[in-house]
């Protein structure tokens, strides 16, 4: 899912292999939180290296953050880190304001670390950025018995148990291999590996193996891998204008994305040398991502009955492999709450917030 650089990759790979420990880190970081944020007119929010989280880095570059910021008379600082988990960790510990993390990070970091979170902006979701490549097997039922090299923990594991479940097996049906995503293409090209879950680039390059079959990919289970934007919900609460600057940012710097003539592709190809790529790479990564260029697109599914069915799913995984702390006694510790009063998980304990609110009043011109 990230970008054709030495660099991108070994993000993700940190970012994935940390999880439980970013999960334990985050109760203790949590003591040096603020207990209630304070209205304030200075904001940052924290990034990391990756397609759908590119347009930040753009629009702090181009002054469109400034714009909007100016409009509500307030700041936005907007900082890459170069760690993904230590970047949420910062998030939880109250540095940053806001962050980017996709939904299964947000509620196995600062939602299950006690950190109340609101998903601001939903930006978009992998679909075929991830995927399962094997030698030997063409159809997810074929891997029964195999060994799956993959990093543990992590959306490459949790595709994995869907592939699984979507033929009747579990995991206990096959051995999962913990691998580091830098050594995943060469261990695909040796005689012993013979089946590797893995994201794009990496996985393009998997794919194109003599003898290799694309067993199961991220489009076959649309919306469940998806990418945002969290803030702290007292903040938000707080400052109703940072919320409204930062879905202004961000839709008007999609609208130069999305745009199909050369300002379009000047854009893009910005984007791609911003993330260690060019314009065709760029291009290619988004062709396997639902961006949701517009906010009526994002409110839709943020809306959809079947987004609290996806974080089922999701705190089943986390609960399963322990991501939701060693206290959680179910996968309902953790309470979500969605649009229309829906909630999951425990109502007490609600951690982890789904709002279109804001994305809506981008839709409907109230900015």
Not at 182 to 211: C, H, I, Q, R, Y
Not at 288 to 304: D, I, N
Not at 306 to 311: D, G, I, R
């Amino acid at each position: 899912m990230l970008c054709r650089t030495q660099r991108a990759p070994r993000l993700r790979s940190i970012r994935l292999r940390s999880l439980a420990l970013g999960a334990a880190c985050a109760g203790l970081a949590l003591s040096f939180a603020p207990a209630q944020a304070a209205p304030k007119k200075d904001f940052n929010i924290a990034w990391t290296i990756y397609v759908g989280w590119m347009p930040w880095a753009y629009a702090a570059d181009a002054g469109i953050v400034k714009k909007w910021a100016d409009k509500y008379g307030i700041t936005i600082d907007v900082t890459q880190i170069n760690d993904y988990v230590e970047s949420i960790n910062q998030y939880t510990a109250g540095k940053f304001d806001g962050v980017t993390l996709t939904n299964m990070d947000a509620l196995t970091i600062p939602a299950a670390g006690g950190v109340d979170t609101t998903a601001v902006i939903i930006g978009d979701f992998s679909n075929g950025n991830d995927g399962i490549v094997s030698k030997t097997a063409k159809t997810p039922a074929e891997l029964k018995g195999e060994s799956i090299n993959l990093v543990e923990l992590s959306v490459s594991h949790y595709l994995l148990a869907r592939a699984l479940d979507s033929v009747g097996l579990a995991e206990k049906d096959v051995k999962v291999v913990n691998t580091s995503d830098a050594d995943m293409v060469a261990a695909f090209k040796s005689a012993d590996v013979k089946t590797v879950v893995t994201w794009n680039p990496l996985l393009a390059e998997v794919e194109a193996e003599p003898g290799a079959s694309k067993v199961f990919n991220s489009s076959q289970i649309p919306g469940e891998i998806i990418d945002m934007l969290g803030v702290n919900s007292q903040t938000l609460k707080d400052n109703p204008d940072f919320g409204k600057a930062l879905v202004g940012i961000w839709y008007e710097t999609l609208a130069l994305i999305a745009d199909h003539g050369e300002k379009g592709k000047a854009v893009r190809a910005e984007l791609g040398k911003l993330s260690g790529t060019d314009l065709a790479g760029y291009d290619a990564q988004l062709a396997a991502t639902k961006m949701f260029f517009t906010p009526a697109e994002a409110v839709a599914f943020t809306k959809s009955a079947a987004l609290p069915k996806t974080m089922d799913l999701v705190s089943s995984f986390s609960f399963d492999h322990g991501l939701l702390g060693e206290g959680a006694k179910s996968k309902d510790a953790v309470g979500m709450s969605f649009p229309g009063g829906v909630t999951l998980g425990s109502p007490d304990n609600v951690k982890l917030r789904f709002d279109d609110s804001f994305m809506a009043m981008a839709a409907d011109g109230k900015l």
